[in-house]
């Protein structure tokens, strides 16, 4: 849900979340998550950046109550803002003004944390039953991104070449990538016990990862921003990337269907976005034998789509 850098937008946060735990049938959680999320709307408007908006995420037994703001900030609540961004040199200092401030969340919640990214912080909380005055929980720190690790092919990789991607349509894809990515990891960092395959897959995703460029995304959307609908990428892979990438669509279909069953409340892929993995993967595989690429633009994403019964 956008939210409004004004006062009212606290009001607005709580009412939609408290109407989707209703919707979940969570209302034991309401007490807490209406504390919560109050707070942390607060600082993001207060310390943060436009644009700000909350999200909840996770599955129904571990609902999670998410606030993002475009301010790579540490979050401030109850104090001043703080003005160092959380880089390698000041992640100790991070650390330790994150842990004062967020006490009442810390309190409200069963787990919670914060996952600071190249465009901006989300700040999270799993609210509990009933406020805990036991003592401080440790949040969960997420520094995403490390910059000082240069990418670099490995040394038996090819040149793969896409042509005519539909960049909006890409763009997605990555994005959704990266949203299921984030969630398999904070499931395994927060409830590795509950959910120990979220950690077998979270390795899976840094495997697969290591054979692409990290600055893909970025490019995609500054071509995007120049006013392009298409455009040809290229970037090199090793060979067994296209395994790898097989082994990860049949993830993906997994994930899918829990997201559909509301195991994980997350969006499943729409057909265009798991036709365009597909396609990806055609075109991994095709190149690593050394045939000729086939655009994007004359793929008969149609036929395929109903030829395919996993997609529904």
């Not at 395959?197 to 500054?222: W, Y």
């Not at 082994?247 to 409340?265: G, I, V």
Request: glycine content about 6%.
């Amino acid at each position: 849900m956008p939210l409004d850098s004004a006062p009212s937008a606290v009001a607005d946060a709580r009412r939609w979340v408290l109407g989707l735990c209703r919707e979940l049938g969570r209302d034991d959680l309401l007490d807490c998550a209406e504390l919560g999320v109050s707070e942390l709307v607060t600082n993001a408007i207060l310390h943060g950046q436009a644009p700000i908006n909350v999200r909840v995420r996770g599955t129904r037994e571990h609902p999670r109550i998410e606030v993002y703001d475009a301010s790579r900030r540490p979050p401030v609540i109850g104090g001043g803002p703080v003005e160092n961004t959380p880089d390698d040199d000041d992640l100790d200092e991070f650390l330790t003004t994150f842990g004062r401030g967020l006490s009442m969340v810390s309190m409200a919640s069963v787990a919670w944390g914060a996952t600071i990214e190249r465009g901006g912080k989300i700040v999270w909380f799993e609210p509990a039953g009933s406020l805990q005055e036991d003592g401080y929980r440790e949040g969960v720190i997420d520094v995403l991104h490390d910059d000082s690790q240069k990418w670099e092919p490995s040394p038996d990789s090819v040149t793969v070449r896409l042509l005519d991607v539909d960049l909006k349509l890409f763009l997605s894809v990555l994005t959704q990538y990266n949203n299921l990515r984030r969630e398999l990891r904070l499931l395994a960092l927060a409830h590795e016990a509950d959910y120990p395959l979220a950690r077998d897959l979270s390795h899976m995703f840094s495997t697969f990862e290591r054979q692409f460029p990290p600055a893909m995304l970025e490019g995609v959307a500054a071509t995007l921003r120049q006013g392009k609908a298409t455009s040809d990428l290229c970037f090199e892979a090793a060979p067994e990337s296209a395994q790898i990438f097989s082994t990860m669509l049949e993830m993906f279909d997994l994930a899918d269907a829990f997201c559909r069953a509301q195991r994980l409340l997350s969006l499943a892929r729409s057909p265009e976005q798991r036709m365009l993995q597909v396609w990806l993967l055609d075109q991994f595989t095709r190149q690593v034998r050394g045939e000729e690429p086939v655009p994007w633009t004359a793929y008969d994403v149609h036929e395929t789509l109903s030829a395919d019964s996993h997609v529904s």
